[in-house]
């Protein structure tokens, strides 16, 4: 699958900024200004949360922010990267998969919500099995995971799908890719662990979700596509289908910031060319996470929604645990060798190039 190129340049906040937006937000909230938003949505709160995860949640200490000021640095930084603007050599391709199937749901988030059970809408989560309100890195690594590669115990997670009361899982491995999202794909290297970050808001409006920088084609299935909510009907047979890009840039400082985005940023456009670059407040070039989700449901979609809202709520968490050696070899393989990786590291086209990892998906 072809990366897609994001045109549009990131803006990042300061640390001063962004406490000071904390502060205003909580402020709102407390008000009741907050609210507004939801209460003009004809679909109102869904049972079980509401729209307020993921904005109004004060950092407190816990975990892997002991002081609660919400940043978690990164021991030891990366400094001294200039973003490539080089060219590489031509490859179409240069990912590959993370399949991994739905584990359990809560109304955690271990981001946002850190140490607080019950404080969010409710969460579906792929990957690692333990993931709830307290999960830290240490409590992630090595653990088990419902990825093909037991070396990814990184948590996956997202507001969970319902058709009225019922809870709708996705069925099987799900497809999360790992993309170059530059075009220099040589410069890609591997996530710091502990490494997190938000796709999305749930408080996002229709058009803010159409010109998300991580929008790919919207809800879809059957013969509708490019869908910002649900379809009004879905073919029997098929199933819902969604993809959703997330930033691919770090400032190689912070493993998570108060707004749990602003460590992050999508490439822009080199300037007379076509090409895609970190930009120079976020200059490390990291693997591009994409959700590529399939939910078995069809027919009248009426009833459907997330826990977080309406379609245009969908919004997902990452938080990096993976097997340090054995991510590396897959992104070293796979993204900066120019391949289209399955969960093995092998890619069919290129037989020759063999696979990143044993029939167990584990390092040889």
Not at 122 to 130: A, E, Q, R, Y
Not at 132 to 156: E, I, N, Q, R
Not at 217 to 237: H, I, L, M, T, Y
Not at 346 to 357: I, N, R, T, V
């Amino acid at each position: 699958m072809r990366t897609r190129r994001n045109r549009s340049t990131s803006r990042t906040t300061s640390r001063p900024l962004a406490a000071l937006l904390l502060t205003t937000a909580l402020a709102a909230s407390a008000l009741g200004i907050g609210t507004i938003a939801t209460a003009a949505d004809p679909a109102g709160p869904p049972p079980g949360g509401s729209h307020s995860g993921h904005v109004a949640a004060a950092a407190v200490p816990f975990g892997d922010d002991p002081d609660g000021d919400g940043y978690i640095p990164a021991v030891p930084p990366v400094t001294g990267v200039t973003p490539s603007d080089a060219e590489p050599p031509a490859r179409y391709f240069h990912e590959f998969q993370a399949n991994c199937s739905a584990g359990h749901t809560a109304p955690d988030d271990p981001i946002v919500y850190p140490g607080q059970r019950g404080a969010s809408h409710d969460h579906t989560f792929m990957g690692n099995t333990t993931t709830s309100a307290t999960s830290v890195t240490a409590s992630l690594y090595g653990g088990a995971t419902t990825c093909k590669a037991p070396g990814d115990a990184s948590a996956y997670w997202m507001p969970s799908l319902y058709k009225g009361d019922r809870k709708i899982l996705p069925t099987g491995p799900q497809v999360i890719y790992y993309k170059a999202g530059v075009t220099d794909y040589r410069s890609v290297r591997p996530f710091p662990k502990g490494l997190r970050y938000v796709v999305g808001s749930p408080t996002q409006s229709a058009q803010e979700f159409r010109d998300h920088k991580g929008w790919v084609e919207g809800w879809e299935c059957g013969d509708s596509f490019r869908n910002v909510d649900f379809p009004q009907n879905c073919p029997a047979g098929t199933q819902l289908n969604l993809r959703m890009q997330a930033p691919s840039c770090w400032d190689g400082r912070n493993l998570d910031t108060p707004d749990h985005r602003a460590h992050m940023a999508y490439p822009v456009v080199k300037s007379g060319t076509n090409n895609n670059v970190c930009p120079t407040s976020h200059p490390v070039a990291l693997p591009m996470v994409e959700f590529k989700m399939a939910f078995p449901v069809d027919g009248d979609m009426a009833q459907v929604r997330l826990a977080s809202g309406r379609g245009y709520s969908f919004h997902y968490d990452f938080f990096n645990a993976w097997h340090e050696p054995t991510l590396a070899k897959l992104v070293t393989h796979c993204i900066v060798g120019g391949l289209q990786c399955d969960a093995r590291g092998y890619d069919e086209a290129h037989p020759g190039a063999g696979a990143a990892l044993n029939a167990q998906y584990r390092l040889p």
